[in-house]
């Protein structure tokens, strides 16, 4: 008798495991972009180059950072892109709203802004999907930003 129930448990065991799984859909990738813009050290080459030989040579805003600290605005640049994106870093600047208060940045002056990453990012060949993921965090600040 002992080994009937034994058999048939065996064989409710056998059967359960031929249930086909319930469907779920695969989770969609989650490396996050940090990452995928290459960590700290290549978003500090972006901040740099987008700083140094964009923004400080675009005539359309260079003027507005002519007596700015810039390795400072780079690290606080840096600290912000890494932490927005996922990575290990904490942002330790101004507030959005603080850091451009009284400036009356225009609409143009925004565009010009994002520009100049977008360029740095194709200089290193950041791809469009990055690119775009990366703007798409950065203009949730606009309205602080932009005529204040
Ligand atoms: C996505 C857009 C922008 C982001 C993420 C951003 C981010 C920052 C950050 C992190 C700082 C440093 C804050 C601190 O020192 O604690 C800063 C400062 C500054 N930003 Fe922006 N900014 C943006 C757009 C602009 C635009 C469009 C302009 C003007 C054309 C501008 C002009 C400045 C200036 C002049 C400073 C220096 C202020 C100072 O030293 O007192 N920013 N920004």
Redesign the pocket.
Known sequence: MRSLLFAFALAAAACGSKQPRTPTAAPPPTTPLYDRLGRLDAIKAIVKDFVEERVAKDPR?RA??AT??VA??EQ??TE?ICEATGGPCK?T??S?KD??AG?A?TEA??R???ED?VASMIRFDVPKAEQDELIGK??T??DD??GK
Do not use: P, T
């Open positions: 805003i507005r950072f700015v600290d400072h605005l606080m640049l912000q942002y600047g101004k959005m850091a451009h400036m940045i002056e925004w010009a802004f994002v990453l950065l203009a600040m606009h930003i932009v």
